[in-house]
Nanobody, 124 residues
Framework: QVQLVESGGGLVQAGGSLRLSCAAS????????MGWFRQAPGKEREFVAA????????YYADSVKGRFTISRDNAKNTVYLQMNSLKPEDTAVYYC?????????????????WGQGTQVTVSS
């Protein structure tokens, strides 16, 4: 069992940056692949980025590639999402997710645990 708590969301102007953090409980954090997803009003939750348990492999949605960077610090049980060059279409609730003892994936239904989400609003 792992509990996930996101932080770092907020209101930012287009072109600005934010860094989201996701703190995980439990002693086996390094065994989990981690992902970030987002959900805008009236839309389905969509994949943003994922990272393997070691941090050696990362994956991104085409819409954020080159602007967002996912990373993790297993000593701190935390995964990060650095978001640069933000656009109004990045506005959404951002969720982190954990997948136990498996590789990273872009598939939402493959993740076992979810955080409560943090709101990101990008103004034009």
């Amino acid at each position: 069992q792992v509990q996930l708590v996101e932080s770092g969301g907020g209101l930012v102007q287009a072109g600005g940056s934010l860094r989201l953090s996701c703190a995980a409980s439990g002693r086996t954090f390094s065994s989990y692949a981690m992902g970030w997803f987002r959900q805008a009003p009236g839309k389905e939750r969509e994949f943003v980025a994922a990272i393997s348990w070691s941090g050696g492999s990362t994956y991104y949605a085409d819409s954020v590639k080159g602007r967002f960077t996912i990373s993790r610090d297993n000593a701190k049980n935390t995964v990060y999402l650095q978001m640069n060059s933000l656009k109004p279409e990045d506005t959404a609730v951002y969720y982190c997710a954990a997948r136990s003892f498996q590789g990273a994936t872009m598939e939402r239904d493959e993740y076992d645990y979810w955080g409560q989400g943090t709101q990101v609003t990008v103004s034009s």
